[in-house]
């Protein structure tokens, strides 16, 4: 009985293995089936997006040899794609080590599960990049075509008879299909350019503008050569430089471009024969369509050039001098007691409108007779015949210097004179080189003496010795008045004197004897490759300019008697390592023994290529200017060796490739943001950070700086965006993961953010969600690339009030971008300030919700291009609801811009046009479904006086508005309507309205 028992015990066991044996193999062969099946379509979806990946790069690779770019996410999807591959890898790799070469059915069962989740994990992954991969704008970059015409500041030219008559017969020539090319000379001051600069804005305003294709404006001047005039009209035409290429070959693309189209290129201030087929400038029998017009001082150059057609422009006759004169000499014409002294000082300008202007704003607010009769004498007296200047220009200019009041205001005016013809300077870097020269008061603080400065710069400007410079915070001088500059600063005597050879196309420094009684000298962009090994005679020598040299090295004994040197720029420079002290060993590329420097104030070596700064850097205790950007190869700062800078105000070390840390290495001794904190004069510093980590840091310290750029992420990201220097406190965060990091210390002291390609947030007011911080003291930001923003601000992240202050709002290539604000819009300061709202490549159905319109009181300027699937810039709403708007909403909007956002059908609805009574300006662009410029469909009661009907068609009586440009363009549907656009009825004949065809 025991052994049946026994048996039946041993027969259950054995059954009931046998049925978890066969449960476990069953389960095994499930998962080793699931596991293959997940693997397998792993693979299949691995391969499509690795072709995927080597079409793009191979894509990118013929764009870049057409002068083409990636366009924004490419770079960042290419990048995860290969995040992807190296985990996919990892899993193959794990298989077959481990499940293709079994060692244990236990572990490889866990194993194949395990595998199984992780493929599952990263095929999700894969097909969503595959997704991603449908870029809307398309993988690169298409060269965007060139306005017609780019508008030029220059005063009018009404009242001058002899230039609007000049003007007049350019336009006739234009018209002309036997003439191509039209020299246009004169004598310097005469005003040459200032009428060809009348006509380019001329053309932009007028139907004229579509005879061109394209307006190509190019500055020459005296120090120009072929590649800068080619890199001019590259500009122009949008198309890409590329790294190391010849003049003949771009001259063949710039060829291309230009072959076929109908442009008019002006190249202003020639001073020599120019050889157009050089350049890559279509022209002749051959081409239809061109025209080329250039401004020269010498009738010879026309010719040289064969023109077809040259013009002498004639100084003012006297009435037209008198008037231009009284212009700007003001009151001071009419004071009886002055009498015909001013008539006569007006004669002394020859009839020159730059020497008119000059003279006449020189002697604005004198009421004195003997001013005047001072004036008159000095402008009559003998001056020498300086060679490239005509008496007539040289003696009231050199008495317009003269008469200028204030102290060191001569002096900071001849400064100009050191940077070459036609050069932009920048506004901020001249000031600076003013106060290390001492030429503003060295006493007053860093901010004080800036806006001094400035002040000066201002009136250098109201005098006409200075100009406005080619770009935003940079001024120039005209070519005469800089000439006059360096005559005078050449001839001054008490160790004072200017040596000027910027742009001479310099070989070598000159020899001894040149410098005994010279303070300040530039050889900027000449072509010079080596220095002499000591400078001789150089003692009274302050300035020294060196810049765009291709200089290789300096040698030890250079700087050996440079003990007065206070300002040395060597920036775009070659150096790639510079010599040691004599007392050290030479072994590591370092600075010449600095200790000589001891009077050094600024010191600019950006742009070159040195590795590390040396630690004689600690001896210039009065450096108080040291620019470092764009240093490449800058990989070493030793720690203290910026924080011995004790009289530091201004660091620069935007763009290089120090990183700088959070905290110190034991093993490294960097460098680290906390040292700069110690720097009690620090007041402007532009530096860039690696970790997002900094974010912990205490940065309460940058609340006493006057200006701060810092860029925060890797430097692959961070070089795609230049610091933001039109604002005085900028952060720029790009390439970085922002989820779970605290930002409210670091932008409580900032005025403008950007987030570049950055991960981690959907919406700006969710870096401030967990706290009271709103973001107040921002006053611009722009958002780029970020494919995690689905709104700008999200109401539900909302405490009150947020951006009080922001007054710029730029968003661009925010792939999954729904609308600005979500959610409830809480009354209170959230954008009130609100000036300008920009809004590019971005899947917005509509711009602006209606409840928003409210908070938008200060809003003037919207600008909306590539959005495809926008169908409205305001949120529709029924006419009833519109007329319950505050009257200030929108009510101060000046400018409307759309370009191509083809399903755009209206840009306005009637009722509200009504909220615009500022509206100045509208210009729609490359909207294919454009049917309407305003929606009149609807309109609300009482209003229909503001309708009528005229030939079927209902037209907005659009006298209501301050409306003067109306610039419509590439709209089908729209152009064979425009007369329901804008009615001539009710506009007055000041505003233009422009219609493709001339209509």
């Not at 020159?352 to 000095?378: Q, S």
């Not at 924080?643 to 290495?665: I, N």
């Not at 209501?960 to 419509?968: D, E, N």
């Amino acid at each position: 009985m025991a052994m049946e028992t026994l048996g039946s015990i041993i027969l259950s066991i054995t059954v009931q293995a046998g049925k978890y044996f066969c449960s476990f193999i069953f389960s095994m062969a499930t998962i080793f089936i699931k596991f293959r099946s997940n693997l397998e379509e792993l693979e299949q979806y691995m391969k499509q997006l690795a072709n995927l990946k080597t079409t793009i790069n191979e894509e990118l690779e013929s764009a870049d040899k057409e002068g083409r770019l990636p366009n924004a996410g490419v770079k960042e999807w290419l990048k995860d794609v290969e995040e992807i591959q190296i985990k996919v890898n990892l899993i193959e790799e794990e298989v077959t080590a481990n499940v293709e070469n079994p060692s244990g059915c236990v572990l490889n069962c866990c194993m194949l599960h395990r595998l199984s989740k992780e493929a599952v994990e990263k095929l999700v992954d894969v097909k969503e990049a595959i997704d991603l991969a449908d870029f809307p704008m398309g993988v690169v970059t298409r060269n965007p075509r060139a306005r017609a015409v780019e508008e030029i500041p220059v005063p009018p030219i009404m009242g001058q008879r002899a230039a609007m008559d000049t003007l007049e017969q350019i336009l006739e020539l234009l018209e002309d299909k036997q003439v191509g090319k039209i020299g246009i000379w004169g004598m310097g001051g005469v005003g040459k350019t200032t009428i060809v600069k009348n006509l380019n804005n001329k053309l932009e305003c007028s139907s004229s503008a579509h005879a061109f294709d394209v307006i190509i404006w190019v500055t020459v001047s005296k120090d120009s050569n072929m590649k800068r005039v080619q890199s001019q009209v590259a500009k122009r035409l949008n198309v890409r430089m590329r790294k190391g290429e010849i003049a003949q070959e771009l001259a063949i693309r710039l060829f291309a471009e230009l072959k076929g189209k109908k442009f008019l290129l002006i190249l202003d201030d020639i001073w020599e024969k120019i050889d157009l087929d050089e350049l890559g400038i279509p022209h002749g029998e051959g081409h239809k369509g061109f025209k080329i017009i250039l401004t020269t001082r010498s009738l010879d150059v026309c010719r040289g050039t064969k023109m077809d057609k040259d013009i002498r422009v004639e100084v003012l006759s006297d009435e037209e001098a008198w008037t231009l004169f009284c212009q700007n000499a003001g009151d001071m014409t009419d004071l009886d007691r002055v009498g015909d002294l001013t008539r006569a000082v007006a004669r002394e300008c020859s009839g020159l409108p730059l020497v008119i202007i000059t003279v006449g704003r020189a002697m604005r607010g004198k009421p004195r007779i003997d001013l005047w009769k001072h004036a008159l004498e000095e402008l009559r007296s003998s001056v020498p015949d300086i060679r490239g200047i005509e008496k007539e220009v040289l003696s009231p200019l050199k008495w317009s210097y003269d008469s200028l009041q204030g102290k060191n205001i001569k002096p900071c005016f001849l400064y100009c004179s050191l940077f070459p013809e036609d050069y932009s300077i920048e506004a901020s870097k001249l000031v600076q080189y003013w106060i290390a020269e001492g030429l503003i008061n060295e006493r007053q603080n860093f901010e004080a003496a800036s806006n001094r400065g400035i002040a000066l710069i201002e009136n250098l400007k109201d005098s006409c010795l200075l100009d406005k410079g080619a770009h935003e915070g940079t001024v120039k001088m005209h070519d005469v008045v800089r000439d006059v500059a360096i005559w005078i600063a050449s001839s001054l005597e008490d160790g004072s004197k200017f040596f000027v050879q910027s742009g001479m196309g310099l070989n070598q420094l000159p020899e001894e004897g040149m410098w005994e009684s010279t303070k300040r000298a530039s050889f900027i962009q000449n072509k010079i490759r080596r220095l002499p090994d000591r400078m001789v005679g150089c003692s009274k020598l302050s300035t020294l300019h060196l810049q765009s040299n291709p200089v290789k090295e300096i040698l030890e004994g250079f700087f050996t008697g440079l003990q007065a040197l206070t300002v040395l720029n060597l920036s775009e420079t070659f150096i790639k390592s510079l010599p040691l002290s004599l007392t050290e060993l030479r072994q590591l590329p370092e600075l010449p023994p600095m200790g000589q420097l001891t009077e050094l104030q600024t010191l600019d070596l950006s742009g070159t290529q040195i590795s590390e700064l040396p630690s004689e850097i600690g001896q210039l205790d009065k450096l108080k200017q040291l620019n470092l950007s764009r240093t490449l190869n800058l990989e070493s700062i030793k720690a203290g060796r910026v924080s011995r800078l004790s009289s530091l105000e201004v660091f620069d070390v935007s763009l290089s490739a120090y990183t700088w840390d959070v905290e110190q290495k034991a093993d490294e001794g960097r460098s680290t943001i906390e040292e700069l904190s110690f720097l009690r004069f620090l007041s402007v510093l532009y530096i860039r950070i690696h970790s997002i980590a900094c974010l912990a840091l205490d940065f309460s310290w940058l609340k006493r700086l006057r200006r701060f750029h810092i860029c925060i992420g890797p430097r692959t990201y961070v070089s795609e965006y230049s610091p933001m220097w039109n604002n005085e406190r900028s952060i720029i965060m790009s390439g970085v993961d922002l989820s779970g990091e605290g930002a409210d210390v670091l932008l409580s002291s900032t005025s403008a953010l950007v987030l570049g390609s950055c991960k981690g947030l959907n919406s700006i007011s969710g870096l401030v969600q967990n706290s009271n911080f709103n973001l107040a003291t921002l006053q611009s930001v722009r958002i780029e690339g970020f494919r995690g923003i689905t709104s700008v601000i999200k109401g539900e992240d909302v405490q009150g009030s947020i951006l009080p202050n922001l007054e710029e709002l730029d968003l661009h290539s925010l792939g999954n971008l729904t609308c600005i604000w979500e959610g409830v819009v809480p009354n209170g300061e959230s954008l009130r300030k609100l000036r300008a709202l920009r809004v590019g490549g971005c899947p917005l159905s509509s711009l602006i919700a209606y409840d928003l319109l409210p908070q938008l009181e200060n809003l003037e300027e919207i600008k909306v291009s590539s959005c495809y699937n926008m169908r409205a810039i305001f949120e529709e709403k029924e006419a009833v609801e519109v007329t319950k708007l505050n009257g200030e909403s929108l009510g101060k909007l000046r400018t409307i811009k759309v370009d191509h956002c083809v399903l755009l059908k209206s840009l306005i609805s009637y009722d509200l046009l009504r909220q615009l009574k500022n509206l100045e300006e509208i210009e729609v662009r490359n909207c294919s479904q454009m049917e309407e410029i305003i929606t009149t469909e609807e309109v609300a009661d009482g209003q229909a006086s503001d309708i009528i009907k005229e030939e079927g068609n209902a037209i907005p009586r659009l006298g209501i508005l301050k409306l003067f440009s109306l610039k419509v363009s590439d709209c089908p549907l729209l152009q064979k309507d425009s007369q329901s656009v804008a009615h001539p009825r009710f506009l007055e004949d000041r505003r233009r309205f422009l219609f493709p065809n001339g209509e």
